[in-house]
């Protein structure tokens, strides 16, 4: 590589062109747009425009009835420039290779504006988690385990939990992995079960994460916590520990929702009660009495101080944009906020704690997780937090710093923030 050709060739989609992007075409606009802020060098911008590595399988799964049926999945390493390449597992019928693809680059980024030694990738199974038994879904887990044998590896790429995976999906990769490799490696993901070599603190950790996002926004821009409110998409894994951490903090939150729907009380919803609820009826909270219903729209849309949308992609689109009321939005989810959207926030004031940035807590105690099984020593779960509070304390500074140095948002500022660390990296590693 060298130094010459500075000059990014790529211009930024007009906001007509944002319209009908696919996830990675989204991707591109925002990184196409930070790069031109940066003068990103041409060939940096290149590299990282692709993912290193793309593996798509077959997997055959009896199920309960008898009859065999076919998956897809998918096992997309964006890049290892830092380290090895890590990144959720998720499990919806939404699920496609675009979508991985995309989720893959933003973990790139999203570990190099944490700070970690480590690159991106991101996997997915197409299948309908909700209507599977768990039998079906541990013999599918295993499927894709066996077929990305060569792919995964404590060095080499280290999958997580993403949307419809959790601990017991990790539990069930460590033993498959483990019998194929004919040794103990617990290494070979995070987010498992405790007693498997999980880290404490790390099923909380991203909701952890989006609060420590949320007081450091507020700090800069001037929000009394303890008169302030807050609106949650999603009680999932992230959505249900934000909310508990936000409470924790003293700030209210009004407003949370499932896929099944929201709910909003003024004095502020018993979350407590609304997980007892959730435990109690198939994990939704379906029928719960703590709060009005009211729409997704609507919750989107309240009169709070924060927005912490914590669902899906795609939620805040440029109708949603110009109803929202919300003074800072941090992003739980990924891609939450469409292209279009953002400079419609931004010319409104809004501040957005971009996704790279504020779900980035995840990642980090995973990668204390990765630590913690290499050391085989387990740390204490305040050694945990504490480690975990000052890694995004530093990301926040970092992205806020870059974002005033090139007087732009936080969003672009998170991508400025990963392609001084990238360029580095790769100028370091040199060329063919
Ligand atoms: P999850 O499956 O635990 O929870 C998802 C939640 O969203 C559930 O409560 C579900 O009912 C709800 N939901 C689905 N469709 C909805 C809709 N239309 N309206 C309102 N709510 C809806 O998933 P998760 O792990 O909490 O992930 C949520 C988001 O956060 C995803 O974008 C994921 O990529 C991202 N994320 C997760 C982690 C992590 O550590 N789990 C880390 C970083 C980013």
Not at 152 to 172: Q, S, V
Not at 364 to 381: A, D, I, P, R
Not at 397 to 402: G, L, P, S
Request: aromatic content about 8%.
């Amino acid at each position: 590589m060298t130094k010459s050709n500075h000059q990014t060739t790529a211009n930024p989609p007009s906001s007509e062109a944002h319209k009908s992007l696919s996830m990675y075409e989204a991707v591109l606009a925002r990184f196409n747009q930070a790069a031109e802020i940066y003068n990103l060098p041409t060939d940096i911008a290149d590299i990282l425009r692709v993912p290193q590595k793309q593996v798509k399988v077959n997997l055959p799964v009896m199920m309960d009835n008898g009859k065999v049926q076919v998956f897809e999945g998918y096992r997309i390493i964006h890049s290892t420039y830092l380290g090895p390449s890590k990144g959720g597992i998720r499990y919806g019928l939404d699920v496609n290779d675009d979508e991985v693809k995309a989720l893959a680059a933003w973990m790139t980024y999203k570990c190099a504006v944490a700070g970690l030694p480590l690159g991106g990738a991101k996997g997915g199974i197409t299948c309908d988690p909700r209507s599977m038994s768990v039998g079906e879904l541990e013999r599918l887990t295993r499927q894709y385990t066996l077929a990305m044998v060569d792919v995964f590896g404590p060095n080499l790429d280290i999958p997580a939990p993403d949307m419809n995976t959790g601990k017991r999906e990790m539990a069930w990769i460590v033993d498959e992995y483990s019998k194929l490799k004919r040794e103990s490696t617990p290494g070979v993901v995070t987010g498992k079960p405790v007693t498997l070599g999980g880290s404490k603190g790390r099923e909380s950790a991203t909701g952890r994460g989006v609060m420590i996002h949320t007081l450091e926004a507020m700090k800069k821009i001037g929000i009394d916590r303890k008169k302030s409110t807050a609106a949650v998409q999603g009680f999932g894994n992230v959505g249900s520990f934000a909310a508990k951490m936000l409470h924790s903090k003293n700030i209210t939150v009004v407003a949370i929702s499932d896929y099944t729907g929201a709910y909003y009380n003024e004095k502020g919803i018993d979350l407590d009660r609304a997980l007892q609820h959730q435990k109690a009826h198939k994990n939704t909270l379906e029928g719960f009495t703590g709060g009005d219903k009211i729409s997704n729209e609507e919750l989107l849309t309240l009169e709070v101080d924060v927005l912490v949308p914590a669902a899906l992609q795609n939620q805040i689109s440029a109708e949603i944009a110009h109803k929202i009321k919300a003074k800072l939005i941090v992003e739980g989810a990924n891609g939450p906020t469409e292209v279009e959207a953002d400079e419609i926030l931004h010319d409104k004031g809004i501040i957005v704690v971009p996704d790279i940035l504020a779900n980035s807590g995840g990642v980090t105690v995973s990668y204390f997780e990765w630590v913690q099984n290499k050391q085989g020593f387990y740390w204490q779960e305040d050694e945990v937090n504490n480690r975990h509070d000052t890694y995004m304390q530093q990301a926040f500074e970092q992205v806020w710093y870059n974002s005033k140095q090139y007087k732009t948002n936080l969003r672009l500022g998170a991508y400025i923030t990963a392609f001084k660390k990238l360029e580095k990296a790769l100028r370091y590693r040199g060329n063919y």
